[in-house]
């Protein structure tokens, strides 16, 4: 081969490596059919400015996820200009004293029942520094809850029970309390707990921050477990490396999470950036998304029958059977004066009985 040839064979393929790089622009995920939800530390948004909301406003446009759980927006004006230039998509986020953690979601999948901050007493500062925010919304007529959080970091990998400062032990009583929070009040509710946990989910149990949940199989599952105790390469904090940014599914979702139609993916933006991983830190975070895609079956309630309805309703109560008013979307046992009961999810503005 002439040194003309071999030079006009390199610049050939350098042309073709060029065409077929790919780009933000060849993002994908989402999916009609199912629901796609994502967590991601986004690293105090906007990292370098424009250049970040350019590029997380084509991201977000690209990727097409139902629902992000988002840590770390600093400047929440720059934020919400950036949602409001994403055709179909909308945020959610709190007013008053502002720890980072908001939703963004596709209007035409997601329908928001409400959105409230959890745990935000002073005496619950130590193990929840950012106060989670919970979103009640439907997907498809069925109802779910995302509490979205954002754990104290660092430490040294054990839990020191003498220390209530210890990070670890913070991180322990913040899974301790978010699954009292669920058992008390959303026991019988599709939840996903989500978000930077900061801490490792494989870890051995005796140093096991999240043992509160690794202790009840029955009653959740990491769905992200795998990408944990896999390679490195594939984890959602890249600069350790570890993997600190979880999904955690409540046993409603274990028959849907089991389907082979499942997707769980810690998404490598930055193999679409032509800067690599260098461009992604520089100009949108130091953390990988967690994506999860669920295919979801309806969820079957109980309704009364036509000679059940010359009973008179006598009582509304929420599923551990506290008093409460119809709101919908929620589960809730309608109690009449024959002394029956009947579970029920409505989403009709007036009750159902």
């Known amino acids: ?55 997380v406003q084509t991201i977000i446009e690209n990727l097409d996820i139902d629902l992000w759980a988002i840590q770390e927006i600093d400047d929440t004006t720059a934020f919400k200009g950036m949602v409001e230039g994403i055709e179909g998509y909308d945020y959610v986020l709190m007013d008053g004293w502002f720890g980072g953690l908001v939703y963004v979601y596709k209007t035409e ?22 106060s989670p925010l919970v979103l009640h919304f439907t997907f498809e007529g069925q109802v779910f809850y995302a509490i979205n959080n954002h754990f104290k970091c660092c430490g040294n990998g054990s839990i020191n029970w003498s220390d209530a400062n210890d990070e670890e032990t913070r991180r322990y009583e913040a899974c301790v309390l978010l699954n009292e929070f669920i058992q008390q009040g959303l026991s019988e509710e599709r939840v996903i707990v989500l978000g930077d946990l900061n801490d490792l989910i494989q870890e051995p149990i005796a140093n096991n921050v ?37 999904l955690l599914l409540s046993n409603e979702l274990f028959d849907d999470f089991a389907s082979p139609s499942t997707v769980v993916s810690c998404f490598d933006i930055a193999s679409y950036m032509p800067g690599g991983w260098s461009e992604f830190d520089t100009n949108v975070s130091d953390h990988r998304p967690v994506i999860l895609k669920l295919h979801i079956a309806p969820t079957a309630v109980e309704s009364m029958s036509a000679s059940d309805r010359s009973a008179n309703l006598v009582g509304i109560t929420d599923a551990v059977g506290r008093i409460c008013t119809y709101t919908p979307g929620r589960m809730l046992l309608y109690h009449f004066d024959d002394g029956s009961v009947k579970k029920n999810v409505s989403l009709s503005a007036e009750p159902p009985y």
């Open 1 to 55: 081969m002439t040194t003309c040839t071999r030079l006009a064979f390199i610049g050939l393929l350098f042309i073709a490596k060029s065409i077929s790089a790919q780009t933000l622009d060849d993002l994908e995920f989402g999916s009609p059919d199912a629901l796609d939800i994502a967590t991601w530390n986004i690293e105090w948004f906007p990292k370098n400015g424009n250049a970040t909301i350019e590029r």
């Open 109 to 130: 999948a997601i329908e928001v029942l409400n959105a409230y901050e959890i745990y935000t007493a002073s005496t619950f500062w130590n193990p929840f520094p950012r």
């Open 210 to 246: 999240f043992a509160s949940f690794l202790d009840l199989p029955n009653e959740y599952v990491f769905a992200d477990m795998s990408i944990a105790e896999g390679a490195s390469s594939g984890w959602s904090f890249p600069g350790w490396p570890s993997h600190l940014d979880h």
